[in-house]
């Protein structure tokens, strides 16, 4: 019963962990901003004029708030609205001598360069267009009997297509737990096995080293089918019952 009851420990553990630390990263993400910057935008309405402060109590024009500190959130809403602005700079291709003094400077910053890099690799994978990466698929690699997960990113053609005499697609086999990095192979269409999920969640799969796996839809649609089927059945045994019943 203790072995039980620890396994189940474990799993719940496991199980709810995620949820947790995204939770608490956020949690302390809009701690962290909003105590940093909405001190500092509560002074500046203070001195515009536009918060009072009576009796330990701050009025935002005339109204009354709940908060004697600062106004809680305003840091966290001008943070999301100033990144917001960065975004559509960029989008636009405005301040791009800015934007690349910025990581120049972060990149040549001793220890800092190496976290920068690699949250710049992973945001990277993670943000690569559908068109670059269209499917994810299976292949025998590094020999027969090893399977490699990797992205189809187009067909073979020119030159390659017509030296290889096979229909041939373009696979990138990527490394984990870094996806940006990897090499290219070009594999005939009847060697691939295409699979049912999505780049995202072969990206997590890799990123991983294999911890998050995606679920199969065909196994979750067996699922639900057994459970209709065991459902429909009960329904039927509970009908003969009250007929048996009333007999």
């Known amino acids: 019963m203790w072995k039980r009851f620890q396994k189940n ?4 553990v496991i199980f709810l962990l995620p949820a947790i630390a995204t939770i608490y990263v956020i949690v302390f993400l809009f701690g962290l901003i909003d ?8 002074d500046v309405l203070r001195g515009l004029n536009i918060i009072t402060v009576e009796e330990g109590r701050i009025y935002f024009l005339g109204v009354y708030t709940p908060f004697s500190e600062r106004l809680l959130g305003i840091g966290f809403i001008l943070t ?10 960029r989008l636009r291709g405005q301040g791009h001598r800015t934007f690349s003094r910025i990581d120049q400077a972060f990149r040549k910053i001793p220890i800092a360069n190496s976290i920068y890099t690699s949250v710049e690799q ?3 994978a993670f943000a690569q267009e559908r068109t670059s990466f269209q499917n994810v698929v299976l ?11 990797g992205f189809q990113t187009g067909e073979s053609k020119g ?14 086999l990527p490394t984990t737990p870094n996806p940006t990095s990897g090499w290219l192979v070009l594999i005939p269409k009847e060697d691939v096995i295409h699979l049912n999920m999505t780049v995202e969640q072969g990206l997590k799969f890799i990123i991983s080293g294999g911890v998050v796996v995606p679920p199969d839809p065909e196994e979750m649609l067996e699922r639900e089918h057994l459970e209709t089927y065991y459902d429909e059945k009960k329904m039927m045994v509970r009908v003969r019952s009250k007929r048996g019943d009333e007999s």
Not at 9 to 12: C, Q, S, V
Not at 35 to 42: D, V
Not at 159 to 172: A, G, L, P, W
Request: proline content about 2%.
């Open 9 to 12: 420990i474990i799993a719940g």
């Open 35 to 42: 105590s940093f910057l909405g001190s500092f935008i509560t």
């Open 80 to 89: 999301i609205m100033l990144i917001a602005w960065i975004g559509s700079m």
């Open 122 to 124: 992973i945001i990277h």
């Open 139 to 149: 292949v025998e690699y590094p020999r027969k009997g090893l399977y490699t997960v």
């Open 159 to 172: 030159e390659v297509q017509r030296v290889t005499s096979k229909d041939c697609i373009n696979v990138f």
